[in-house]
């Protein structure tokens, strides 16, 4: 049986923690900054963690199932 190949996408946008959860980083920040608070791009610009639900989904993307 063939290897599963990774998603080149998700492969560019998730990373793995020290722990093994999948990290992210926040939307919102990439365009259109002018309108927006100084406290809401510094709270964008950290990653979070992703969410339960997505984790399956993400997990086949990176070939991790």
């Known amino acids: 049986m063939p290897k ?3 998603k080149g996408g ?3 946008r998730f990373k793995l ?3 093994g959860k999948i990290k992210r980083k926040h939307a ?3 365009h259109k900054l002018g309108h927006k608070s100084k406290k809401q791009k510094r709270v ?3 990653f979070t963690v992703i969410h339960k639900a997505d984790e399956t989904n993400v997990k086949l993307a ?3 199932k």
Do not use: E, I
Request: no cysteine; aromatic share 6%; hydrophobic share 50%.
């Open 10 to 12: 998700a492969k560019k």
């Open 17 to 19: 923690t020290a722990s």
């Open 28 to 30: 919102y920040k990439a």
């Open 4 to 6: 599963m190949k990774v």
């Open 44 to 46: 964008l610009k950290g």
């Open 62 to 64: 990176l070939a991790m």
